[in-house]
C-alpha cells in the first residue's frame, strides 16, 4: 500500500516538474541500490519513489519525441486521417480532432484542427485534408486558462487550420469510429426531439458525454455555482447506474442460486459502467470510476476484503499507469480529491449517522476538499456552492441523468421531451444562484498551497479539537491574502498575453488603469488576470475601434463596476458613457503621472490615427503606448513633443507592424525595452521583419507576448521585466516560434 503510494507521488511530482529528469539515470539508480537496499523499509519507498519518477520520464521522453517537428509548422500539407470524437462550434469556427493515418510525414498521432468555412465533419469521417500546423500554443499570464497544458494532458500534440480543399475518403472502421458515430447519433436524436438549445445540450452532454452543446454562457453559470462537475459524466452517475443494474440483477437472479447471481450481477454491473464511461468519451473522473468499480468488483469476485481506500488508491494507480499526463488536469485532482475526501470522513467512524447528517457532512467535506483546487486551478469559489448542490446533485443524477440515458437508449421521443423539461428546471435553478456571491482569489504565493493543504487535512481529519484549529490557522492565510500594490510614487505594468491584440493594466498605489482589451471572451484570458492582481474596479481606455484592443470591452464592462471609462473614437461600447480620449488630458495618481498625448479634437483618417497615446510616468521612469498609431501620427507626436516622449519602456504600435515603429520614432523616445504584443504565428506576421531590424539596431530589449507571455514591469525602482511563460516541458520551445519569422 505504502509503496504504491510512493510509486504514484513519485509519477506525479515527475509530470508536474518544468524539466525531465534523465529516467536512465533514474532506472539505473534503482538497479544499482536495489541489492544493498531491499530488505529496509524506508529505502523501499524512496525505491517506488524513483520508479514512478522513473516510469513517468519515460513517457514524456515518448511524448516529446511524437511533437510536431518545427519544421513543419506552418508548412501547408496534404493529410488523409480520421476524424475523432464530436466537432464543436466556436467564436471562429469549428473545432474538431484528427488522427492522421501512418505514414510520411510524420506528425503526432492526434491534431486539433479549425475549420473557418464551418463545414460539416461527422465523427468517424475520413479525409483527404489541406492542413497548417503548429505546435500546440495558449496565453501565458499571471492567472488563467493554461491551454498548452491542457493539450498536452490531452495528447493534443500540434493544432491547425483546414483549408478550402478537401476530398473524402472510404469510411474508417474500428471500434472507435463506430463508437463516436454512434455518439453523434445520439445527439443529433435528442436535439430533434427536445429541440436546439440549452436543454438539449445538457442531456446530451449527462447521456452520451457531448458537452460541446453547452455555451461559454451556461458553463460560467455553472462555475458560478459550482455546478460544473453535474453537467459531467462523473464518478456519481457511473457507481449509480451500476449500482441500478446490480440491484434489478440480483432481484431478477436471486430465484436460481445455482447461476450465481451475486458474481454475475457484480460482472453485469461492471460492464454496464464500462459501457457508460466509453459512450461519455472515458474522461478521468469516468476513469477513475471504472477502475475503482473493476477493483471492488475483483475484490468480491474472490471474497477477498479491500478498504476504501486501498480501492481508492488502486484505482489511482492504474488512472497514472495507462496516461501519466491525467495528472496535468483539472478533473484528476478534483475527482480523486473529492473522493478522498468523502472516504477521509469514515475513517475511525463506528456509527453511521442519520441519512441528513450524513448529507450535511459530505457536503460539508466535499465543500473544504473543493476550496484549495479551486482557489489555485480557477482563482474562484462560488460561496452558494453548498445550496447550489443540495438541489442540484439529487435533480441531476437521481432523475435527470436516468432519464438521459433511457432516452438515448429508447426511440421514444416522449422520454427525450421529459428530460428536456426536467434540464430546463435544472438550468432555471443555475440561472437564479448565477448572480450570488463569489470568493475570488488573487494570484497566490506558492509557499501559502501546502500549508493550505495540510490543514484541509487536518480539517477533514477525525483530529483533536487542537489540530482542527490549527488547520483553520492554516487556511486563513488563503482566504485573507491580497495582492501587494506598489508604493506610492512607483508604476506596476501587466502586458497581459491575448494573443493578437493588446491589453495592458498600469496600476498604483491605490488605481488602476486598462489600456485596451484585446479580442474575444474577456473571461477566458482579461478578467482572470485582472482579478489575481486585485483590479476589481479599474479605469479603461480603449485606444480605437478595432476588435483586438476593444473586442473584449462589453465583456470588462458587464463583469466589473469601472471608475472611469475613455474611448479614442466612438463604437466601443457604445451603450455606456465615455469621456473621448483628446491630448492635454492629464492627471496623477499617487504620484505617477499620466499624460494623454493623442488624438487632438481635428484629427481624421482611419480607425488606427485615431488611437489614444498615452505615456505614464513616474520619477525616474516611464512608459509609452500608442495603441495602432501610425507612423504619420508618430511624425507629428515627434515634432510637438520631442525629447518629452522619452520613455525607458515602449509598447510597440499595431503590434509591430511596419506601418509603425519609425526610425525617428525609435530615435526620439529611447527605449531600453520594447515590448510587441501579438499573437503566435498570427495570418498577419506581425511584427514585420523591417521594424525587427530597426530594433536590432539599436541596444533595446526586445520582449514579444507571442515568446514570453504576459510580462510584469515596476517602474520606480527599476524597470526590470519579468516574462510569464515559465519554462515547461510542454511548451514548445522559443527557437520553435522564432524559427517562422
Not at 300 to 307: C, E, I, N, V
Not at 569 to 577: D, F, H, L, M, R
Request: with cysteine; glycine share 8%; net charge positive.
Amino acid at each position: 500500500m505504502e509503496k504504491l503510494a510512493a510509486f504514484c507521488l513519485g509519477l506525479v511530482l515527475c509530470v508536474w516538474l518544468p524539466s525531465v529528469p534523465d529516467w536512465h539515470l533514474l532506472l539505473a539508480l534503482i538497479i544499482a541500490s536495489w541489492p544493498l537496499w531491499w530488505r529496509r523499509r524506508l529505502p523501499l519507498l524512496l525505491l517506488s519513489l524513483l520508479a514512478g519518477m522513473a516510469y513517468a520520464g519515460w513517457h514524456i521522453e515518448q511524448r516529446l519525441a511524437a511533437r510536431l517537428p518545427a519544421a513543419l509548422e506552418g508548412v501547408a500539407m496534404s493529410v488523409p486521417g480520421t476524424v475523432r470524437g464530436l466537432a464543436t462550434t466556436g467564436e471562429y469556427g469549428v473545432r474538431f480532432r484528427f488522427a492522421p493515418d501512418a505514414g510520411p510525414p510524420a506528425l503526432p498521432p492526434l491534431l486539433e484542427l479549425n475549420d473557418y468555412a464551418r463545414r460539416d465533419w461527422p465523427p468517424g469521417s475520413r479525409w483527404q485534408l489541406l492542413l497548417r500546423l503548429r505546435q500546440p500554443h495558449g496565453a501565458a499570464n499571471v492567472a488563467g486558462f493554461d491551454a498548452s497544458r491542457w493539450y498536452w494532458s490531452e495528447g493534443v500534440l500540434a493544432t491547425g487550420s483546414v483549408g478550402k480543399r478537401r476530398q473524402a475518403l472510404p469510411a474508417a472502421s474500428g471500434f472507435w469510429p463506430w463508437l463516436d458515430a454512434t455518439r453523434q447519433r445520439v445527439v443529433t436524436r435528442l436535439s430533434a426531439a427536445i429541440g436546439p438549445g440549452r436543454d438539449a445540450a445538457l442531456v446530451a452532454a449527462l447521456a452520451v458525454g457531448a458537452q460541446q452543446g453547452i455555451e461559454r454562457r451556461e458553463w460560467q453559470a455553472l462555475a458560478a455555482t459550482g455546478l460544473t462537475h453535474a453537467v459531467s459524466v462523473s464518478g456519481l452517475h457511473i457507481t449509480l447506474l451500476a449500482g441500478l443494474v446490480l440491484w434489478l440483477l440480483r432481484r431478477l437472479l436471486q430465484r436460481w442460486p445455482q447461476c450465481q447471481p451475486q458474481r454475475l450481477a457484480l460482472l453485469a454491473a461492471m460492464l454496464a459502467a464500462l459501457a457508460y464511461a466509453l459512450l461519455a468519451g472515458f474522461s478521468v473522473p469516468t476513469q477513475r470510476t471504472v477502475w475503482m468499480l473493476a477493483t471492488s468488483t475483483l475484490a468480491l469476485w474472490g471474497w477477498r476484503s479491500l478498504s476504501p481506500w486501498q480501492i481508492w488508491l488502486a484505482a489511482l494507480a492504474v488512472v497514472l499507469l495507462l496516461d501519466p499526463f491525467a495528472a496535468l488536469a483539472a478533473g484528476f485532482w478534483l475527482s480523486f480529491g473529492l473522493v478522498g475526501a468523502l472516504l477521509a470522513g469514515e475513517v475511525g467512524r463506528r456509527r453511521r449517522p442519520g441519512y441528513l447528517p450524513a448529507m450535511l457532512a459530505a457536503q460539508w467535506r466535499v465543500t473544504l476538499a473543493s476550496l484549495l483546487p479551486l482557489a489555485w486551478l480557477f482563482g474562484q469559489w462560488p460561496l452558494l456552492s453548498p445550496l447550489a448542490n443540495v438541489l442540484g446533485i439529487p435533480l441531476v443524477s437521481l432523475l435527470l441523468t436516468p432519464l438521459a440515458l433511457l432516452a438515448a437508449a429508447l426511440p421514444w421521443g416522449g422520454l427525450a421531451q421529459l428530460a428536456g423539461w426536467v434540464a430546463a428546471g435544472f438550468w432555471g435553478w443555475v440561472d437564479w444562484l448565477a448572480a450570488g456571491p463569489q470568493w475570488w482569489f488573487p494570484a497566490l504565493p506558492w509557499p501559502l498551497l501546502p500549508a493550505a493543504l495540510l490543514g484541509t487535512l487536518c480539517l477533514l481529519l477525525p483530529l483533536t479539537r487542537s489540530l482542527q484549529l490549527a488547520g483553520v490557522l492554516l487556511l486563513l492565510p488563503l482566504l485573507l491574502y491580497r495582492v501587494p500594490r506598489p508604493l506610492p510614487g512607483e508604476l506596476q505594468v501587466e502586458v497581459i498575453d491575448v494573443g493578437q491584440g493588446l491589453a495592458v493594466l498600469l496600476q498604483t498605489a491605490h488605481h488602476d488603469l486598462l489600456f485596451d482589451t484585446g479580442a474575444g471572451d474577456a473571461g477566458r484570458t482579461l478578467l482572470p488576470v485582472l482579478r489575481a492582481l486585485g483590479a476589481t474596479r479599474p479605469a479603461l481606455m480603449l485606444s480605437h475601434h478595432d476588435a483586438d484592443h476593444d473586442g473584449a470591452a462589453e465583456g470588462v464592462v458587464a463583469a466589473l463596476p469601472l471608475a472611469a471609462l475613455w474611448r479614442g473614437q466612438p463604437g466601443s461600447v457604445p451603450q455606456q458613457a465615455a469621456t473621448p480620449c483628446r491630448a492635454g488630458q492629464s492627471w496623477a495618481w499617487d504620484g505617477v503621472r499620466f499624460d494623454v498625448l493623442w488624438p487632438r479634437p481635428e484629427t481624421a483618417g482611419d480607425d488606427n490615427s485615431h488611437s489614444c497615446v498615452l505615456r505614464v510616468a513616474t520619477r525616474r521612469q516611464a512608459i509609452l503606448l500608442s495603441g495602432d498609431a501610425p507612423q504619420a501620427v508618430e511624425e507629428m507626436l515627434v515634432a510637438r513633443y520631442g525629447a518629452a516622449l522619452r520613455s525607458q519602456v515602449l509598447v510597440l504600435g499595431h503590434h509591430g507592424s511596419r506601418s509603425a515603429t519609425a526610425d525617428a520614432w525609435l530615435d526620439t523616445v529611447q527605449p531600453q525595452h520594447a515590448i510587441i504584443s501579438a499573437g503566435y504565428r498570427n495570418r498577419y506576421r506581425h511584427p514585420h521583419p523591417l521594424v525587427l531590424a530597426r530594433l536590432a539596431a539599436r541596444p533595446i530589449q526586445l520582449w514579444r507576448t507571442d515568446w514570453h507571455g504576459g510580462l510584469q514591469l515596476r517602474l520606480g525602482a527599476d524597470n526590470a521585466v519579468a516574462p510569464r511563460r515559465a519554462v515547461r516541458y510542454w511548451e514548445p520551445p522559443l527557437s520553435s516560434a522564432a524559427a517562422g519569422r
